[in-house]
């Protein structure tokens, strides 16, 4: 038999024959605060959940379902869900069934049992992710969806708890969580092993310590088992028992009076400290991992059968009954009456319409637009005030990175909801100065110096999105991002996707990157690969190279995140930064005024910059190639009367194809300058779309960086593109020679 089916049987001999699993000390209902009536909907919520595992292996058999994990073994979730109320919200562990259907009970009007078998059938009528993934999660519940998460959850939850009282203070237009709420986050005792779990608690206690409000529960699901590697005994308790600033609890997951009683004072402690608890629950695991995995391939059937014997419904009709609130057929019968009504539930969701086309799979990549109040930000006199010393800067062409300075200034002061977090970029202003002075001007609650960890510092960003804020975290280096680049690719990029637009969680996160740099650090400082961005479905990629351009793509891409909730990525280039000079030295062409808002200088997505008109060749490139291309540009005008005109992509995903190929369609030649590698670059897309998309079939030819780590010292650019070697390229695709 079925292991499922095992435990399946197993309940019900058990409840008819007495043969009920021990506790040496049991809580009292009075005790917990539970009523007989609340008890049984407790075990109605257990027993929905095994119900709902049972019918989806069923449904998996026929072909009707896909691979899921199950929740049976840890439904004393569910008294935790009625600890808490439906407006804290809760990053569930995929074992968290019962939770979420103990939360519906809080809220007139949901169809939990339908609800959740749309998802396990993938119809596109589920009302979480439309079809795209069995996910636990719902909008209504403050549910976020999410997948097969290994701690990746963890991160935006302690940024999600941080934002309530941010959010108190600025007030965003779109918070969700009231100013007393908590936030709750589940997670398996193997899964606290993980260094973004390690990395969350120690932020969270390193936040508490401070005395700074955090109201937040990690809620540790303790089966002693990961996939098929045990947990040493008393290792979570001996690890996480003592964290600081880190309330430890304790109780028995398998009894569910004891349960609530101990989430309740979690509850209490939290809502009322504003600071995080660790609450260890204790549970089994029950049928195997997931999917087809089978336990007997590794556990002895001893240890199984103990498991089973250990089944939290079984603890659970131990309690209805010993309380006199239900016996042995009241028991059975609630749990054979889900059962049917799950069984024939489930064949009505089967024949509920499934997504078909590639458009319906990717129609909630992208956000649903949001509306917004208008806003026309601060008085003349309120800017005056803050940029009183600055306002005769202002008058005149300024570098790269001060005119960053001066939009990332308008933009806080126009919209009280960004916030910026990262390392060092308080009172130092960050590595190159981007940020100084905004932590005098707009105080340490909206520029927040973060610790020194790149997955807290985007889980943080992505918490408080979920909140209404707009946060623009920072990435000190590009090649910093590979620490945490799964906080992008499967945390914030995926939110809207899995949650068919109902959650998103829309930022700008700024990255300085790319070569070039001078006397500056090796690979890790000078990283020319931005390949682990290119290919996250539904973010966008800008890449201003001049300080023309970056005001109006930077506040650009802060409307993409307000009003339409995406998530960007804003490349600047580091080498940049502080160029003044373009031809000459002191000829002061690398400096721009700042185009102030409303000045028209805005530049939307998927708009091209193109300098020159000449047609023998056309230059596309980016970054610091743009840069380069305009020296090389000149030099072919000047000595060789090369007329080319030369294109700054700008917005590197979505590639804006329509007006590249629109703007190379004069020109015979294109020259393609990538400053980063040969492999995984950009110029790899650009060749491949002028291939099969330009009608007029140019020559294309590319020059990229070689596939090399960058060094540091006089070699730190030889690996890279330079102007002689565009000129030379240019030269010999029109056969001439200098």
């Known amino acids: 038999m079925d292991r499922a089916d095992i435990v399946h049987e197993n309940f019900l001999a058990r409840v008819a024959s007495g043969r009920l699993p021990e506790r040496a000390a049991r809580t009292t209902l009075a005790e917990a605060g539970l009523t007989p009536e609340h008890l049984v909907g407790l075990f109605r919520s257990?027993?929905?959940?095994?119900?709902?595992?049972?019918?989806?292996?069923?449904?998996?058999?026929?072909?009707?379902?896909?691979?899921?994990?199950?929740?049976?073994?840890?439904?004393?979730?569910?008294?935790?869900?009625?600890?808490?109320?439906?407006?804290?919200?809760?990053?569930?562990?995929?074992?968290?069934?019962?939770?979420?259907?103990?939360?519906?009970?809080?809220?007139?009007?949901?169809?939990?049992?339908?609800?959740?078998?749309?998802?396990?059938?993938?119809?596109?009528?589920?009302?979480?992710?439309?079809?795209?993934?069995?996910?636990?999660?719902?909008?209504?519940?403050?549910?976020?969806?999410?997948?097969?998460?290994?701690?990746?959850?963890?991160?935006?939850?302690?940024?999600?708890?941080?934002?309530?009282?941010?959010?108190?203070?600025?007030?965003?237009?779109?918070?969700?969580?009231?100013?007393?709420?908590?936030?709750?986050?589940?997670?398996?005792?193997a899964s606290a092993n993980h260094s973004t779990a390690q990395g969350a608690f120690n932020t969270a206690g390193w936040t508490a310590y401070q005395g700074i409000p955090l109201p937040l529960?990690?809620?540790?699901?303790?089966?002693?088992?990961?996939?098929?590697?045990?947990?040493?005994?008393g290792w979570i308790k001996a690890s996480l028992g003592a964290r600081p600033g880190i309330k430890y609890f304790a109780c028995d997951g398998l009894d569910v009076i004891e349960t609530y009683?101990?989430?309740?004072?979690?509850?209490?402690?939290?809502?009322?400290?504003?600071?995080?608890?660790?609450?260890?629950?204790?549970?089994?695991?029950?049928?195997?991992?997931?999917?087809?995995?089978?336990?007997?391939?590794?556990?002895?059937?001893?240890?199984?059968?103990?498991?089973?014997?250990?089944?939290?419904l079984?603890?659970?009709?131990?309690?209805?009954?010993?309380?006199?609130?239900?016996?042995?057929?009241?028991?059975?019968?609630?749990?054979?009456?889900?059962?049917?009504?799950?069984?024939?539930?489930?064949?009505?969701?089967?024949t509920r319409p499934k997504l078909v086309t590639p458009t319906e799979v990717m129609a909630s990549l992208t956000p649903p637009k949001r509306r917004h109040a208008a806003t026309n930000g601060p008085s003349p006199e309120e800017r005056a005030a803050i940029l009183d010393s600055e306002l005769k800067a202002m008058e005149q062409p300024q570098h790269l990175a001060k005119l960053i300075n001066w939009t990332l200034t308008d933009l806080m002061l126009a919209h009280r909801e960004i916030a910026l977090m990262g390392e060092d970029i308080g009172p130092k202003g960050g590595v190159y100065g981007v940020t100084q002075k905004l932590s005098d001007r707009f105080g340490p609650a909206r520029v927040i110096n973060t610790l020194l960890d790149e997955q807290s510092i985007l889980g943080l960003a992505i918490g408080m999105a979920h909140?209404?804020?707009?946060?623009?975290?920072?990435?000190?280096?590009?090649?910093?991002?590979?620490?945490?680049?799964?906080?992008?690719?499967?945390?914030?990029?995926?939110?809207?996707?899995?949650?068919?637009?109902?959650?998103?969680?829309?930022?700008?996160?700024?990255?300085?990157?790319?070569?070039?740099?001078?006397?500056?650090?090796?690979?890790?400082?000078?990283?020319?690969?931005?390949?682990?961005?290119r290919d996250i479905p539904g973010i966008v990629i800008a890449c201003p190279s001049n300080g023309a351009d970056a005001p109006g793509m930077l506040r650009e891409a802060v409307r993409l995140a307000r009003e339409e909730g995406r998530v960007v990525v804003f490349l600047e280039p580091i080498a940049l930064y502080m160029t003044r000079d373009l031809h000459e030295p002191k000829d002061g062409l690398?400096?721009?005024?700042?185009?102030?808002?409303?000045?028209?200088?805005?530049?939307?997505?998927?708009?091209?910059?193109?300098?020159?008109?000449?047609?023998?060749?056309?230059?596309?490139?980016?970054?610091?190639?743009?840069?380069?291309?305009?020296?090389?540009?000149?030099?072919?005008?000047?000595?060789?009367?090369?007329?080319?005109?030369?294109?700054?992509?700008?917005?590197?995903?979505?590639?804006?194809?329509?007006?590249?190929?629109?703007?190379?369609?004069?020109?015979?030649?294109?020259?393609?300058?990538?400053?980063?590698?040969?492999?995984?670059?950009?110029?790899?897309?650009?060749?491949?779309?002028?291939?099969e998309r330009a009608a007029h079939r140019p020559q294309v030819r590319r020059i990229t960086a070689d596939d090399c780590f960058i060094p540091l010292g006089r070699a730190a650019t030889a690996t890279l593109p330079n102007r002689d070697e565009i000129v030379a390229a240019v030269l010999d695709m029109l056969a001439k020679r200098a």
Request: glycine content about 10%; charged content about 20%; aromatic content about 8%.
């Open 314 to 350: 079984l603890h659970t009709a131990r309690s209805l009954i010993e309380t006199g609130t239900l016996d042995a057929d009241g028991v059975r019968a609630i749990y054979d009456e889900i059962g049917l009504r799950a069984e024939r539930v489930a064949e009505e969701a089967i």
């Open 217 to 233: 529960v990690f809620i540790c699901e303790d089966n002693g088992i990961g996939i098929s590697t045990k947990t040493p005994g």
């Open 467 to 533: 909140n209404g804020l707009i946060p623009i975290p920072e990435i000190q280096f590009l090649a910093y991002l590979h620490n945490a680049e799964d906080q992008v690719r499967g945390e914030a990029a995926t939110l809207s996707f899995f949650s068919n637009g109902q959650f998103t969680n829309p930022m700008v996160i700024r990255i300085a990157g790319l070569g070039y740099q001078k006397g500056f650090g090796g690979h890790f400082h000078n990283d020319n690969s931005y390949a682990v961005l």
């Open 46 to 189: 257990q027993a929905t959940s095994r119900q709902l595992d049972r019918v989806s292996r069923k449904l998996q058999a026929r072909g009707e379902g896909f691979y899921t994990i199950g929740s049976s073994g840890h439904e004393g979730n569910a008294a935790i869900a009625a600890a808490f109320r439906p407006t804290d919200m809760a990053f569930l562990h995929y074992r968290d069934a019962a939770f979420q259907i103990e939360r519906s009970t809080q809220v007139p009007g949901e169809t939990i049992l339908w609800d959740m078998l749309l998802s396990f059938v993938a119809s596109a009528d589920d009302p979480i992710s439309g079809g795209r993934h069995k996910v636990l999660g719902s909008k209504r519940l403050s549910i976020p969806p999410q997948t097969s998460t290994i701690a990746s959850h963890l991160p935006k939850a302690v940024g999600a708890a941080y934002s309530i009282g941010l959010a108190k203070r600025l007030r965003p237009e779109h918070a969700v969580l009231p100013d007393d709420a908590v936030v709750l986050c589940s997670f398996g005792d």
């Open 590 to 691: 690398w400096t721009f005024p700042y185009a102030a808002p409303g000045s028209g200088g805005d530049i939307g997505l998927g708009e091209i910059g193109r300098h020159g008109d000449g047609t023998d060749i056309a230059i596309v490139t980016y970054g610091n190639g743009y840069y380069l291309s305009r020296q090389a540009e000149k030099i072919l005008a000047d000595s060789h009367g090369v007329r080319a005109r030369v294109i700054d992509l700008r917005w590197l995903a979505p590639l804006a194809e329509e007006a590249l190929l629109a703007a190379i369609a004069p020109c015979g030649r294109v020259l393609i300058v990538d400053e980063c590698r040969v492999t995984g670059s950009q110029s790899e897309a650009l060749v491949t779309l002028i291939a």
């Open 261 to 312: 009683r101990v989430a309740r004072e979690v509850a209490a402690y939290v809502r009322t400290r504003r600071k995080p608890a660790f609450l260890h629950v204790n549970c089994v695991r029950l049928y195997g991992h997931a999917g087809a995995d089978v336990q007997t391939a590794y556990l002895g059937k001893a240890e199984i059968e103990a498991w089973e014997a250990d089944d939290p």
